[in-house]
């Protein structure tokens, strides 16, 4: 293997690994956290489901949860959120999303609500994907947990997080003036001027479907480094090209391992540095939200988001050429 090659493999796997250890160690500290006193009175609440949810059935899930029902209201994704009175949002008023087919527990408005009655204008709230143990959707299940520490851990450094935070909470005056689009209920990231809290509680955390097919989870990859290339912060573009960069450099190694068996040393060697900084993104999480049984798929899923992320990325760049065409209101953290 060429020397060129090798440094910059290496280069790219080391300053991964050191971005994971960060985003971990930052994790591990921002979930230690506990969260502010129940405020003497529950503000008004108005949830907005993703774009084709059934409100009434979220009505139903939500007569379940602790919170006031009289001071909830769910509206239709493409209609402005409004108080149960039909008003517009006062400035006490508190806007919950969620991600397309979201399930939350009895807690989530309460644990969403809390942070939000602080110093935060937008509380970003964990997803997790529902698996049943299937192969295809552990993986992303997994790769999903990675997403996670990351977040937390960014947003705990003070950082711009990106797009797709679809499970949030918002003060009515941080939520944008324009009116919903057809690309969802919300915004896919907060707005840039606002304070953002990560409210790691494994209480505020609601549960997604899993992609259908391999296709599927391409597409929703594709539509975060998609959002995250069009969002105005420097940082958050970084990361997405870092991260699509360092597994199409190790996917094209591997590839050219096949053939030349003096690259098949250097890409392993390689390969198990980044399954590494993988393993040190995805037990933080795992172990918070009792997810530790998906980490034996660790190998498996290293593999899987070399070639997804490598594939998705590239469908990103061609997809950002063409209005639109990949603007969905499916994308989440």
Request: charged share 15%; proline share 10%.
């Amino acid at each position: 293997m060429p020397f060129v090659v090798i440094t910059i493999l290496f280069a790219l796997v080391g300053a991964y690994a050191l971005g994971a250890g960060a985003a971990a160690l930052a994790f591990l500290t921002a979930r230690n956290r506990s969260l502010p006193s129940a405020p003497t009175e529950w503000p008004p609440v108005t949830v907005v489901p993703s774009q084709g949810a059934d409100p009434g059935a979220l009505r139903d899930a939500l007569a379940s949860c602790e919170y006031p029902t009289d001071r909830v209201e769910v509206t239709h994704s493409d209609a402005p959120a409004s108080t149960a009175s039909g008003s517009a949002p006062t400035s006490d008023n508190v806007i919950l999303t969620l991600p397309p087919g979201a399930e939350v527990p009895p807690e989530w408005p309460q644990s969403m609500v809390r942070p939000c009655q602080t110093d935060a204008s937008v509380v970003v709230g964990p997803t997790l994907v529902r698996h049943d143990n299937l192969f295809l959707p552990r993986l992303e299940a997994l790769q999903h947990l990675g997403r996670l520490t990351r977040l937390g851990g960014t947003a705990h450094l003070g950082l711009p997080i990106g797009p797709g935070t679809a499970n949030r909470a918002l003060n009515a005056d941080a939520r944008p003036s324009a009116s919903p689009s057809s690309e969802g209920p919300a915004p896919l990231g907060p707005p840039p001027t606002t304070s953002v809290t990560f409210n790691s509680a494994p209480e505020a955390a609601v549960t997604r479907p899993a992609a259908g097919s391999f296709v599927d989870l391409l597409r929703r990859q594709a539509e975060r480094f998609h959002h995250a290339l069009r969002t105005p912060s420097r940082f958050v573009q970084a990361q997405a090209i870092g991260r699509w960069g360092i597994n199409a450099v190790l996917l094209a190694c591997s590839a050219v391992a096949i053939i030349l068996p003096a690259w098949r040393q250097p890409t392993l060697v390689a390969l198990l540095g980044k399954m590494g900084a993988d393993m040190l993104l995805a037990v933080p999480a795992a172990s918070h939200f009792g997810e530790r049984g998906l980490l034996r798929s660790i190998v498996a899923t290293v593999l899987v988001l070399m070639v997804s992320t490598s594939l998705a990325g590239g469908w990103a760049l061609v997809g950002s050429s063409k209005p639109d065409s990949l603007d969905r209101a499916g994308v989440d953290t």
